[in-house]
């Protein structure tokens, strides 16, 4: 079909499992190396990813690596009981049993079975796919397989495999003593921008394009991949796969921009994902030290996070007097007494101007010495950011206090409560008033400091691979953002979500 047209033998990006397609990224090759680790040392392993990160892929490579002396019971249907799951293991062990065996008949069983085993200087191996999905009780059960032991190593080594729900499980306090047991632990993340240019190359080569054909992924469709798929292989694969077929029915040698919407669309339903601008970003990722912020300021029509005193008001529901006004404003005192003059009664020193700031979020328990912490009453936070547009003052959309400098280097502030293409709209305790953008360039140079609500729970900077409900919430919010159905990660503070 048109695989022959980019030179290629066979589909490259097919989502059927086959180890030969596998990208080893260094941390691909670090989990394939706990795993191995665990056949051949008799630890008891576990791995864990999101959904389509190449756990079930990895475990296939490992299937062939195995040592001549190894024998594998592969679990790839966890949902059972205790009693089943242990026939299952009997059934891929080819250990024989009645089909009525109770759990002691059939632990009797397979112990029987890996002394046996062990005296012929053979190893066994239980794998676990989809271990999230175990029950705790057939946990339990799995756990009193680790007591089958010489007096010199154990006679069973368990891998579980699963989604990062497994992590969450396995902290249960009944799970314990079988959490403890774990003696290597490794999370598979998502590709990085990097690795997803090279996961992209190395399966066209496996699947045959020849080097003189010219790659169908440009540059800057690579990162549109990267950032649509969240460097998932299994929705790479999906993606490029649509791609592939969208430039040969156009006859073209490389995905566009538009193959690639369409591609999107007719995939998701969904127009392709937005990356977030430089104040977007700073708003996520200037509070913590670990470089993700709990903030989420410029949602202007999340009913969650905001009301309606803690988002820009529009300019246009502003009375006709307040406009005219202002259109005047330099046409008579303004010429003569300058622009501090003329809004001396609006502009105001850094104390009094954040507690204007303060009133107007609706905040009552601040310090009046320094209205303005970084720490305000029990959920509210303050910032200042450094813009370098009035577009990225639209987009943040928070009321806040404008810094200006005068011809002197003194600094004074104007409360920003409204903002148009051309005038913000300023007030105090007694005015409002509008003043041109034109105007305020000058003296404006991107100082604005601004409050935001923190969700329940930010206390204190996260870590990476800390737990916190916390990281939920942002994770969410990102999702939100990016207008995705699914969150990158629940609770677990991840390296992906650090990144975005």
Sequence with gaps: MYHAFFGLAESAFSIAVNPRYLYMSQQHREALAHLLYGIQNGGFVMLTGEVGTGKTTLVRCLLEQLPEN????????????????????CDELRIPHLFSANTKQLTDALNQFLLENHARGRKTVLLIDEAQLLQVPVLEQIRLLTNLETTQEKLLQIMLVGQPELKELLSKPELRQLSQRITARFHLQSLTLQDTQAYLQHRLKVAGMPESQENPFPKNIVKL????????????????????????????????????????????????????NKPQK????????????????????????????????????????????????????????????????LLMKKNPAEQLLMNFAGETTFDLAKPCAVRVGQNRRCQ?????????????????LLTLIDDNKESFYLLVIGINDRKILVRNHQQERLIDTKVLATYWQGEYTFTWAAPVGFDQELLENSQSPVVTWVAEQFARMDQQSQPLTQLVFTENLKNV
């Design 384 to 400: 200042t950011d450094n813009l370098t547009s009035w577009d990225q003052l639209r987009e943040l959309n928070r009321p806040g």
């Design 70 to 89: 190894t024998d594998l019971a592969m679990i790839l249907n966890p949902m059972a009981s205790a009693p089943e799951l242990l026939a299952s293991i």
């Design 282 to 345: 700073a708003l996520l990722q200037g509070v913590l030290v670990t470089a993700v912020v709990l903030l989420i300021a410029w949602f202007n029509k999340s009913e969650v996070l905001f009301d309606s005193n803690h988002s820009l008001s529009s300019i246009a529901l502003v009375s006709s007097s307040s406009s005219s006004e202002s259109s005047s404003s330099l046409s008579s005192s303004g010429a003569s007494l300058g622009f501090f003059g003329s809004y001396a009664g």
């Design 225 to 276: 991949i990267h950032q649509q798929s969240q460097g998932i292989p299994r929705l790479i694969n999906v993606l490029a796969e649509r791609l592939l077929l969208g430039v040969y029915a156009q006859q073209k040698r490389q995905v566009d921009k538009s193959i690639f919407d369409q591609a999107v669309q007719e995939i998701t339903g969904e127009s392709p994902r937005k990356p977030m």
